[in-house]
């Protein structure tokens, strides 16, 4: 027990190493480009000045949304999607795996899940005890259920989801600016340190690396960022990308394309103004998610509004307007 403590601890400190990577080459640059070019390179004032500021207003936007990527928590499934302390006496007391499963089913009852395992069963995770939304999977990382994972990134050390999944898009996109910015001003500096226009020094150096590193970043970030915003026009997460869901009709990759601009409001909310602030703005709480096939919603109506779920007078847990199928079972998942 105490050694599988000790390796636990060693991997959250090492998975921090990526990280601290990232931040590392985030203060050298603010160093190279604020103090090496700016201050001690550039001889007219007036280029210092907007050069400065157009560099600042980049810099803060990028460490804020990386920032807001690494500590927001990754958005767990809600108590009513948890095995209560009686339906788990139950539970865990039911020899009969048959049995079992029929609990579970009258729990599945009485939330949105649309979704499917492969084998066609209501997906369950054995380890956090919940039945899982439409969209959820369990990270065996951060050790939990994460509402729409797409997926556990090591240079954020964090779940990518429900609860970020906007703040790293304009992580991404943010990052593309500061390398675009840097490189396009550096450009000329750069080319006069080459062929020898401007003296040998400490800034010849910090130019130079300026130069290769916001370019080798840009590149690497341009695949990303594209293939993440092909991602947000179909509606799809990167596991879903890959595994397409399954629905009681079958698999379908579409399933939550509910056209573009339904799509990116669901990231990004209606108000337009906030799509570049990191500020969360999106629709819904994660938990149930507009269908393409409307034929399936008929049967629930229910949007994600936790309001629908009050427990009712009596202390019982409140149920949705319509239940499920009561003939499909449940599958064990990790």
Not at 25 to 39: D, I
Not at 41 to 58: G, I, P, Q, R, S
Not at 148 to 166: E, S
């Amino acid at each position: 027990m105490a050694l599988s403590r000790g390796l636990r601890c060693c991997q959250r400190v090492f998975s921090w190493i990526p990280v601290l990577i990232i931040a590392a080459v985030m203060l050298w640059s603010y160093y190279a480009y604020v103090f090496e070019l700016c201050l001690f390179t550039l001889t007219n004032t007036l280029e210092k000045v907007a050069y400065l500021l157009v560099f600042h207003v980049c810099f803060v936007m990028f460490s804020w949304t990386y920032w807001k990527s690494i500590f927001t928590p990754p958005a767990s499934p809600c108590k009513k999607f948890q095995l209560s302390y009686s339906d788990k006496q139950r539970y865990e007391f039911e020899e009969r795996p048959d049995a079992q499963k029929q609990i579970l089913v009258e729990i599945a009852k009485k939330l949105p899940i649309f979704s499917r395992a492969h084998s066609g069963a209501i997906r369950f995770c054995d380890r956090c005890q919940v039945l899982k939304p439409d969209r959820c999977h369990h990270c065996s990382v951060c050790e939990t259920c994460v509402l729409k994972m797409d997926h556990h990134c090591p240079w954020v050390n964090n779940c990518v989801g429900f609860a970020n999944y906007k703040f790293f898009l304009l992580f991404l996109a943010y990052s593309m600016v500061y390398c675009v910015f840097i490189a396009a001003t550096v450009f000329q500096y750069f080319l006069k340190f080459w062929v020898g226009d401007l003296p040998n020094g400490p800034a010849k150096f910090h130019v130079l690396f300026l130069m290769f590193v916001a370019l080798m970043f840009f590149v690497s970030l341009m695949f990303l960022f594209g293939y993440h915003c092909w991602l947000v026009s179909k509606n799809r997460s990167t596991l879903e990308a890959f595994t397409a869901p399954v629905f009681v009709s079958g698999p379908d990759r579409n399933g939550f394309n509910v056209g573009i601009r339904r799509n990116l409001q669901q990231v990004f909310g209606e108000d337009r103004r906030l799509w570049f602030i990191p500020v969360f703005t999106g629709q819904g709480n994660g938990h149930y998610f507009p269908l393409k096939n409307r034929s399936s919603e008929s049967h629930n109506p229910l949007l994600a509004n936790e309001d629908l779920w009050e427990d009712s007078d009596d202390g019982s847990e409140g149920s949705l307007v319509e239940d499920h199928d009561p003939s499909v079972t449940i599958e064990m998942e990790e």
